[in-house]
């Protein structure tokens, strides 16, 4: 099982979604910016180092939203989603084909990777309770 963690990005009542690159596994697919968490990080320092290297941003880190865990044909994944804020930096596209801001109302425009579909259910459960 591989360790991956992601972040929940608000920016008002939008939040940060990022297209995978078309070469990768998942290409093209929708998701949370993060990655794999290496040996000797904890999974918050991942976090931070996978926003830098893919997003140019400094993230403060909050707490956990939700984990699941997915098994996709080729591996199987613990993914932990954080809320997290930008500290520092105007997000890029270093590695993403896209990034965008959507609304959870706008959740079924995407198509996202399979292990985010659980999460996403979440997400708009929890923003159509407050309304």
Not at 35 to 44: F, R
Request: include cysteine; glycine fraction near 6%.
């Amino acid at each position: 099982m591989i360790e991956v963690v992601a972040a929940l990005i608000w920016q008002g009542d939008k939040f940060m979604i990022c297209q995978r690159p078309a070469h990768k596994a998942r290409g093209l697919l929708w998701e949370f910016v993060g990655g794999k968490v290496e040996k000797g990080e904890t999974k918050e320092q991942a976090l931070v180092r996978e926003c830098r290297e893919e997003l140019a941003v400094t993230l403060a880190v909050g707490d956990v939203f939700m984990s699941v865990v997915h098994a996709y044909p080729d591996i199987t994944v613990h993914l932990t989603l954080f809320n997290a804020t930008i500290a520092e930096g105007i997000p890029q596209k270093l590695e993403h084909k896209d990034v965008r801001w959507i609304t959870p109302s706008e959740i079924p425009n995407y198509a996202f990777c399979p292990a985010d579909e659980e999460i996403l259910d979440r997400i708009t459960h929890a923003c159509g309770d407050e309304q």
